[in-house]
């Protein structure tokens, strides 16, 4: 293995969450606006492409692969994907693969996924009501969800759910959607709302602070913070009723910058070392530029040594979007 990934704050890269698409079967409404313009396919990097850009991360100390979108599962071919890039989990090159989805494919694959090395899925679930769900997806049904998680769980794949916190939503759920979690022993793990993309509505109106969900969920449930991490952002504390697990995600009131071990990589191979920056670097031409992997190698050194020390992200009525970037691109 050649030698590691480390930024000049001393920061070594292990995990790569990439991004098979930006389509997406839902419209979620902080994730992107209604009439949403996607990248012509033909811009995308092929399964071939996608997999050797992973591996070439693989070949440098990365330990962890998340595919994301959009919506994974809606890549066609994308489990042909997944069984190529299993080989690194069979000779212990890498610890994990797995995958973020919104749910909806989910019943069609979980076997399949299963079976090729996956262990873990993190499922997006915003409310457990499907007329809410309706409407915040702007196009989805809850059941087929529901289809989901149950088929994911009779695979034997663990879940953790995502849940977006939304003012004047999320706090009239947040108990049920503890209860219902850990009652089928899933984590959740709540996350704040990002200033990536004009997704047709003001954000200020979306915004709850995890600070403040968090003092309302402990009028009810007590909350013990523990050290123990997944490899990626979120902070967890155990729930004494239920004895399951609550992850925050907190890029807006405390940031996780100083032990970031992640990049992202679009659909199109466009390097991303930093969610909250528009610092990029085109990964696509190199990968076609040569059979070989050393123009491939050298650019993905060039951006870990500009990865930034953090985010810029604020949400406030009078500012624009962070980015214009939407998370479709990159999955989170």
Excluded: W
């Excluded at 992107?32 to 591996?55: G, H, K, N, Y």
């Excluded at 999320?170 to 996350?191: K, N, P, R, S, V």
């Excluded at 239920?242 to 679009?266: A, K």
């Amino acid at each position: 293995m050649s030698c590691a990934l480390t930024d000049r704050f001393g920061r070594t890269i292990r995990y790569l969450r990439l991004s098979v698409t930006d389509r997406c079967d839902l419209r979620c409404v902080y994730c992107m606006a209604e009439d949403m313009q996607f990248v012509p396919r033909r811009d995308l990097l092929t399964l071939e492409e996608l997999d050797r850009l992973a591996s070439a991360f693989v070949a440098r100390g990365v330990s962890k692969i998340r595919i994301t979108g959009g919506e994974p599962l809606v890549r066609k071919g994308i489990m042909t994907l997944f069984r190529s890039l299993s080989r690194h989990l069979r000779n212990g090159a890498i610890k994990e693969l797995t995958l973020t989805t919104n749910g909806t494919q989910l019943a069609n694959h979980a076997d399949a996924l299963a079976a090729v090395g996956v262990r873990r899925v993190n499922v997006s679930l915003d409310t457990l009501d499907a007329d809410r769900f309706r409407a915040l997806t702007r196009r989805g049904v809850l059941g087929t969800v529901m289809d989901g998680l149950r088929a994911a769980r009779e695979a034997g794949l663990r879940i953790k759910l995502n849940t977006v916190a939304l003012k004047g939503i999320t706090e009239t759920e947040i108990f049920d959607l503890i209860e219902f979690a850990h009652g089928l022993g899933m984590d959740l793990t709540l996350i704040e709302t990002m200033p990536l993309g004009d997704v047709g509505v003001d954000r200020t109106d979306q915004y709850l602070p995890l600070t403040e969900l968090r003092s309302f969920i402990e009028r009810r449930f007590t909350l013990t913070d523990t050290p123990e991490r997944s490899g990626g952002p979120a902070r967890y504390a155990r729930v004494a009723e239920t004895g399951g697990r609550l992850g925050f995600i907190t890029p807006m009131t405390h940031n996780f910058c100083e032990s970031c071990n992640r990049v992202r990589v679009s659909a199109t191979g466009v390097l991303y070392t930093c969610l909250g920056q528009e610092e990029r670097t085109d990964l696509r031409s190199a990968l076609r530029g040569s059979e070989g992997d050393d123009l491939l190698n050298a650019a993905i050194e060039r951006a870990i040594e500009r990865k930034p020390k953090g985010h810029d992200f604020a949400i406030g009525p009078d500012q624009r979007p962070a980015l214009g970037r939407h998370m479709s691109a990159l999955g989170g």
